[in-house]
Nanobody, 115 residues
């Protein structure tokens, strides 16, 4: 079973930056959307950012102007650049790659924003 792998999480002080990466074991055919979700303790998983096949991006209001989603040209890796991090950004971050046939998820990477 294909499993995406996220990396780049960790502990950072408020105002700091992190860059998350996500890739699969190989190229996944037919990807239409790459996205990042997050789930904070006691809360539901929420969409953070997504990038469609044409390069159009979409962000949650809470991260607009601070986070940036991108992908590599081969459509095998997606990145989430997170700047000016706040304590409320603390969560497990998951990546998603969608195809017309199924969704692929990663196992999550923990981001903790604390002084």
């Amino acid at each position: 079973q294909v499993q995406l792998v996220e990396s780049g999480g960790g502990l950072v002080q408020p105002g700091g930056s992190l860059r998350l990466s996500c890739s699969g074991p190989g190229r996944i055919s037919g990807i239409t959307v790459m996205a990042w979700y997050r789930q904070a303790p006691g809360k539901e998983r929420e969409l953070v950012a997504r990038i469609a096949g044409g390069g159009v991006t979409d962000y949650a209001d809470s991260v607009k102007g601070r986070f940036s989603i991108s992908r590599d040209r081969t459509m095998t890796t997606t990145y989430l650049q997170m700047n000016n991090l706040k304590p409320e950004d603390t969560a497990v971050y998951y990546c998603l790659m969608k195809t017309p046939w199924r969704d692929y998820w990663g196992q999550g990477t923990l981001v903790t924003v604390s002084s």
